[in-house]
C-alpha cells in the first residue's frame, strides 16, 4: 500500500475540508468473496471502540452507532468517495422550485428476504418525527412540509411532506428549497424501518440479530455486551455482489492503549483510537498511520441550571481561562485545531467564506487564555482569585484521552483561576444518559456534524433538542436558528453568525479544539472509507492477504 500523505498543517486541513473530503478511500480492486468462493471466509477485524448505547436508525445519536447503521442499513443516497450516489433510489426528480423530491426505488429486499417499499422509508421518517419516539435528530425533519407544526401539536400526521404514492415512489415535500438535503438524508434518522419488525418489539429489535432485519450490505448475526459486535455479508443486499467482505467482527475494545496493542499484534485490522503519547511517533514511523481531518467540535458542556455555572461570568470565565494550543500540542499531539467558535474550520456560508474565519474569536485566546479578562469575569461572579468558589466535578467518559484532556483544564483552572474542579468517569452509555439528564456540573463534549452546514451544529443547542445537554434556552438563539431553515443566501448567513454569536456570548458550551480523525489501517485492508461525517463504511472494503 503506498502511505497515505499526512496532513501536517492547518492550511491543508482547511482545503480538505472545505471540499468535504472526510472520505478516506483506498483501492477498490475486486477481489473473490470466501463465502461466495468456497475459500475461507474474508473477515474484518474492526474496533468499534465503545458498545453503542443503541443502534437503532431512530434512536442514536452517537457516531459509534453511526458506524453500524451506515453499514447495515442503506438510505435513499450514500456518499461514496465524497460523493453523493443513488442507494434505494434508483433516480430522483426535483420539482423545479426545489420543494418536492420524488424518489423512485430501486428493485431491493431486506435481509429476511422481504421486498423494500416506500412505505418503509415513510414509517422510518414518521417515526423519528413522532414525539414520542423522542428521537434527538427528529429536528432535521423539520425542513419538511408540516414537520414541526407536527411535532409540535399544531399539526395532523397526514399533514406532513412525507408519503408513499406507491411501493416504489417516495414523495417529499419541503418548507423552503433546502441545497442540501440530499446530503442530509444519507444519515441514520433517514434509514427505511419494517414497522412490523419494530412494533413486536420496539425495545430490544435491533441487538436481537432475530429482529435486526436491515437493507445494507451487511447484517447483525450476533450481539455480546462490551464485548462485540458480529456482521456478515447480507445475501439480500440489492449490490451483494460488489461487496467484497463475508464478516466484520466489531470489537468494543475501548482503551487506546490496548487497541494499539492489539493492532500491533495483527489482533486488529483497522483502529480510530490510539494512545495519545503514541501518535507522533506513529505519525512519524508507521506507513498505516493515516490523520484525516474532520468537520467536528471537542467541547465542555456546562449546566446552566445548577450553580455555579448558571451564571454566565462563571461560564465565560473557566472558557477563557484555558489555554487550547496547549491541549492540542502537549496532550492530543494530533493535529487538532484550537477552537475559537462552535462551528469547525472548514463549513462554508453562501458566499464561499470560511465560517470559522468569519465568525471570529470572540475573545477566545488559543494560546495562554485570556487569564486577566477570565480573572476579571470570575471576581465579578463574586469569586475574587477564586475565593468561595465551591468545589465542582468535571465529568467525562472514561477514555485515556478525555481523562488526559480533562486533567490539563483541572491544572489551568488551578493555576489561572486558583479554583478546584473535582474529576470524574463514567462508561459511555451511562455517560451519555447522565449528560442529557444534566446530572453534571461540567461535562466533556464532542460532536461529528451531521451534514456540512453552518447551521448543523448549531440547532443541537436550541432549545428542544436532545443533543442541548447544557438544557440552556435562549428564545432570540431559538428564533434565529428556525428563520435560517426558510432563508437564503447572505440573509441566511447572517442569521447563522448572529446564532453563534449569542451561543459565544451566552457560553453554554466552551469549544475547545477542532478534531482531526487518526485512523490506523493494515495494508492488506483495501477501500476502506470514511464519509464527511467520519462514518466508516465497509461496502466496498477487500482484504488481500
Known amino acids: 500500500m503506498t502511505k497515505r500523505p499526512i496532513i501536517f498543517s492547518l492550511v491543508m486541513l482547511l482545503m480538505v475540508a472545505a471540499v468535504f473530503s472526510g472520505c478516506a478511500s483506498k483501492d477498490l480492486s475486486p477481489q473473490a468473496s470466501g463465502e461466495n468462493s468456497g475459500q475461507k471466509p474474508t473477515v474484518l477485524e474492526f474496533n468499534l471502540g465503545a458498545d453503542p448505547r443503541t443502534i437503532d436508525p431512530?434512536?442514536?445519536?452517537?457516531?459509534?452507532?453511526?458506524?453500524?447503521?451506515?453499514?447495515?442499513?442503506?438510505?435513499l443516497m450514500r456518499e461514496i468517495n465524497g460523493k453523493l450516489e443513488n442507494a434505494m433510489a434508483e433516480k430522483v426528480d426535483?420539482?423545479?422550485?426545489?420543494?418536492?423530491?420524488?424518489?423512485?426505488?430501486?428493485?431491493?429486499?431486506?435481509?429476511?428476504?422481504?421486498?423494500?417499499?416506500?412505505?418503509?422509508?415513510?414509517?422510518?421518517?414518521?417515526?423519528?418525527?413522532?414525539p414520542n419516539t423522542a428521537a434527538p435528530y427528529a429536528p432535521h425533519m423539520f425542513y419538511i412540509k408540516n414537520a414541526q407544526a407536527y411535532?409540535?401539536?399544531?399539526?395532523?400526521?397526514?399533514?406532513?411532506g412525507i408519503k408513499a404514492l406507491d411501493e416504489k415512489t417516495f414523495q417529499v415535500t419541503l418548507e423552503t428549497p433546502t441545497p442540501y438535503f440530499l446530503s442530509l438524508i444519507t444519515r441514520g434518522a433517514f434509514m427505511p424501518l419494517r414497522q412490523d419488525i419494530i412494533e413486536q418489539s420496539p425495545?430490544?429489535?435491533?441487538?436481537?440479530?432475530?429482529?435486526?432485519?436491515?437493507n445494507g450490505p451487511f447484517m447483525l448475526v450476533e450481539y455480546i455486551m462490551g464485548d462485540k459486535l458480529v456482521l456478515k455479508k447480507n445475501p439480500n443486499y440489492w449490490n451483494a455482489e460488489k461487496v467484497q467482505l463475508d464478516q466484520i467482527n466489531c470489537h468494543m475494545i475501548i482503551e487506546p492503549s490496548t487497541a494499539l496493542t492489539a493492532y500491533e499484534a495483527g489482533d486488529l485490522d483497522i483502529i480510530n483510537i490510539m494512545p495519545t503519547q503514541e501518535i507522533p511517533r506513529l505519525m512519524k514511523d508507521d506507513p498505516t498511520f493515516n490523520l484525516l481531518p474532520q468537520l467536528g467540535t471537542y467541547y465542555l458542556n456546562f449546566n446552566v441550571n445548577q450553580s455555579p455555572t448558571n451564571d454566565v461570568k462563571v461560564r465565560k470565565a473557566l472558557?477563557?481561562?484555558?489555554?487550547?494550543?496547549?491541549?492540542?500540542?502537549?496532550?492530543?499531539?494530533?493535529?487538532?485545531?484550537?477552537?475559537?467558535?462552535?462551528?469547525p474550520v472548514g463549513l462554508k456560508d453562501s458566499q464561499g467564506n470560511d465560517f470559522n474565519q468569519k465568525a471570529g474569536t470572540y475573545d477566545i485566546n488559543v494560546t495562554g487564555g485570556n487569564v486577566e479578562e477570565a480573572k476579571k469575569l470570575l471576581a465579578k461572579a463574586g469569586y475574587p482569585d477564586g475565593n468561595g468558589f465551591p468545589e465542582i466535578t468535571l465529568l467525562y467518559n472514561t477514555s485515556e484521552s478525555h481523562k488526559a484532556v480533562c486533567e490539563a483544564i483541572q491544572e489551568m483552572w488551578k493555576k489561572n483561576l486558583g479554583i478546584n474542579v473535582a474529576l470524574a468517569n463514567q462508561e459511555w452509555a451511562v455517560f451519555q444518559e447522565t449528560r442529557k439528564q444534566g446530572n453534571y456540573n461540567i461535562a466533556r463534549g464532542g460532536y461529528i456534524g451531521d451534514y456540512p452546514d453552518?447551521?448543523?451544529?448549531?440547532?443541537l443547542l436550541v432549545t428542544n433538542?436532545?443533543?442541548?445537554?447544557?438544557?440552556?434556552?435562549?428564545?432570540?438563539?431559538?428564533?434565529?436558528?428556525?428563520?435560517?431553515?426558510?432563508?437564503?443566501?447572505?440573509?441566511?448567513?447572517?442569521?447563522?453568525?448572529?446564532?453563534?454569536?449569542?451561543?459565544?456570548?451566552?457560553?453554554?458550551?466552551?469549544?475547545?479544539?477542532?478534531?482531526?480523525?487518526?485512523?490506523m489501517a493494515k495494508d492488506f485492508v483495501k477501500g476502506w472509507q470514511k464519509n464527511s461525517m467520519s462514518y466508516w463504511y465497509f461496502g466496498g472494503t477487500s482484504i488481500a492477504k
Do not use: C
Open 94 to 130: 426535483i420539482s423545479e422550485d426545489g420543494l418536492v423530491y420524488t424518489f423512485y426505488l430501486r428493485e431491493a429486499k431486506w435481509s429476511d428476504g422481504q421486498p423494500v417499499k416506500a412505505q418503509d422509508f415513510e414509517y422510518g421518517w414518521k417515526r423519528v418525527l413522532n
Open 151 to 160: 411535532y409540535d401539536g399544531n399539526a395532523a400526521i397526514d399533514e406532513v
Open 319 to 343: 472558557a477563557l481561562a484555558i489555554d487550547r494550543k496547549a491541549i492540542t500540542e502537549q496532550v492530543k499531539k494530533g493535529g487538532e485545531i484550537p477552537a475559537t467558535g462552535f462551528n
Open 465 to 519: 433538542s436532545a443533543n442541548n445537554d447544557p438544557h440552556w434556552s435562549n428564545a432570540e438563539y431559538d428564533n434565529l436558528i428556525n428563520q435560517s431553515r426558510f432563508a437564503k443566501g447572505a440573509a441566511r448567513d447572517e442569521l447563522i453568525y448572529k446564532a453563534q454569536e449569542i451561543l459565544m456570548q451566552e457560553m453554554p458550551i466552551a469549544p475547545l479544539y477542532y478534531y482531526t480523525d487518526p485512523v
Open 203 to 214: 425495545e430490544g429489535w435491533i441487538k436481537n440479530p432475530a429482529t435486526a432485519i436491515s
Open 58 to 75: 431512530s434512536l442514536n445519536d452517537a457516531i459509534d452507532g453511526s458506524h453500524i447503521i451506515n453499514n447495515i442499513f442503506e438510505a
Open 454 to 459: 453552518p447551521v448543523g451544529l448549531l440547532e
